[in-house]
């Protein structure tokens, strides 16, 4: 019984966590936020060079370096200025082939930053 009530626990507050995000995404297309205001507000912004584009997390979520299991990003254009979209990452350790649900091919995409993630962009990718 407590196994079950755990994995409730657990599934609740994925679910808060979803909709808390869903929200600071909402309104940052809506507000016109910027890369620049999220870092005032403590979240760390990094341009990755491959794709030229500026992820920014929210303040205490781990580095990728630290292999967190998963993480969220907020992406922007590299000024900052211009945000496209979102970017959940799930550790390859983790991953088995679920759906990437609103993206355009549906598939998360495997990248090779800390110990390996895969992708799912909420964007489409320039």
């Known amino acids: 019984m ?3 009530l755990t994995g409730w626990g657990l599934v609740l507050a994925l679910a808060a966590s979803v909709v808390a995000f869903s929200a600071v995404t909402a309104t940052a297309s809506a507000n016109g936020l910027t890369a620049a ?4 507000q403590g979240w760390t912004c990094v341009l990755v060079p ?3 584009l ?3 997390r929210s303040p205490g979520s781990e580095p990728l ?3 967190p299991t998963q993480l969220d990003f907020l992406v922007f254009d590299a000024s900052g200025d211009a945000f496209l979209g979102t970017e959940h990452l799930i550790r390859f350790d983790l991953y088995h082939e679920q ?13 090779p930053r800390g110990p390996g993630y895969y992708a799912c962009h909420h964007f489409v990718l320039p």
């Open 50 to 52: 491959v794709e030229n």
């Open 37 to 40: 205001q999220l870092q005032a």
């Open 65 to 67: 370096v630290a292999g």
């Open 2 to 4: 407590r196994t079950f």
């Open 54 to 56: 500026l992820h920014c």
């Open 99 to 111: 759906p990437c649900n609103g993206t355009p091919t549906g598939l998360y995409e495997f990248i």
